[in-house]
């Protein structure tokens, strides 16, 4: 296997393929495609016939920062018309977005070291810092 960025970013193994980037000074923009692994993506789930590609929608994704840089995912996503019965859908990106939501959310054992405490309350062992009351008087 050819190392590129999308297995560098590990994009393949969310079942996307990267076909552009953008750099700038403060964030990085990977612009994706879903590849096709559904043999049977084409086919109308109502009807049974073939779909044709009709246009395609983009979609924002977080990930995981490249270097110091904040990085977005733009994805491509295939939205296809049946040709029989006119049915409209979306290519499947559930892989996707779950196997990256698994890795950063659950598979990860540092996903908490980053966490800020809760400031204790006053009177366990804190003392709060004195706030001036406004007066009561009214101003006339």
């Known amino acids: 296997m050819r190392p590129d960025l999308g297995s560098f970013c590990r ?73 029989g019965c006119g049915h409209v859908w ?4 559930n892989d996707a977005v779950l196997a990256e939501g698994r890795r950063v959310l659950i598979e990860d054992p540092h996903r908490f070291d980053a966490a800020v405490a809760a400031p204790e309350t006053p009177g366990r062992g804190t003392t709060a810092t004195s706030v001036p009351r406004r007066s009561s008087a009214r101003v006339r």
């Open 11 to 83: 994009l393949d193994e969310l079942g996307l393929q990267v076909v552009g980037q953008r750099l700038e000074p403060g964030r990085a923009v990977l612009a994706c495609r879903v590849v096709e692994t559904d043999e049977f993506a084409r086919w109308c789930r109502r009807c049974g016939c073939e779909a044709a590609p009709r246009d395609s929608v983009t979609r924002r994704l977080a990930h995981e920062p490249l270097g110091w840089r904040p990085t977005t995912l733009l994805i491509t996503i295939r939205r296809y018309r049946c040709t």
């Open 90 to 93: 979306r290519q499947d990106t």
